[in-house]
């Protein structure tokens, strides 16, 4: 089984229930690369990661409220096209890519009428069950040099991940 704080390669195709592939690792042609506890994926993914050995292949589940949650229409907000440098370009179907003080946003222009969008916040996966395909390629072990870093204990806070993760 992998560790909390162990890098592994993998390959995963995701999908949704009517079979639409939203990701997949293996259409690009290279194992991806995760930090299992790293909280860069899904937690239920991470999961199932961690309790795999190499050479493993499985199918995992995420029902959408363990994943980016339910679509919710109090996320589509109609804004003033003067709000947004090049608005005025922008048409139905776009994917506009916004600055927030929580960092970057992906949100989808819904309408696109004289003076105004109609811009959708909601995740473009909110409100679907996922399925992952998941199969363990290896896990990566840490060189000379990276243990030299930290032989008793780690300052980068692996450590604390770990400790975290694991309650």
Do not use: W
């Not at 916040?121 to 395909?133: E, I, P, Q, S």
Request: glycine share 8%; proline share 4%.
């Amino acid at each position: 089984m992998v560790d909390i704080g162990q890098k592994v390669r993998l390959r995963f195709a995701g999908t949704l229930d009517d079979g639409t592939e939203f990701d997949s690792s293996v259409r690009r042609g290279e194992p991806f690369e995760l930090v299992v506890g790293s909280k860069t994926m899904l937690p239920g993914f991470e999961k199932a990661v961690s309790e795999m050995e190499v050479g493993d292949k499985r199918v995992v589940r995420i029902p959408a409220d363990e994943a980016y949650g339910a679509y919710d229409e109090a996320l589509i907000q109609t804004v003033s096209i003067d709000s947004l440098p090049g608005a005025e370009r922008l048409y139905a179907g776009d994917i506009v890519a916004l600055s927030s003080p929580a960092g970057p946003l992906t949100v989808k222009v819904v309408e696109a009428n004289e003076g105004s969008l109609t811009l959708d916040f909601n995740h473009k996966l909110a409100g679907n069950d996922l399925t992952f395909f998941i199969e363990l390629v290896c896990i990566v072990h840490e060189s000379a040099v990276e243990h030299e870093k930290h032989p008793t204990g780690c300052a980068c806070g692996c450590d604390r991940l770990k400790q975290s993760l694991a309650s």
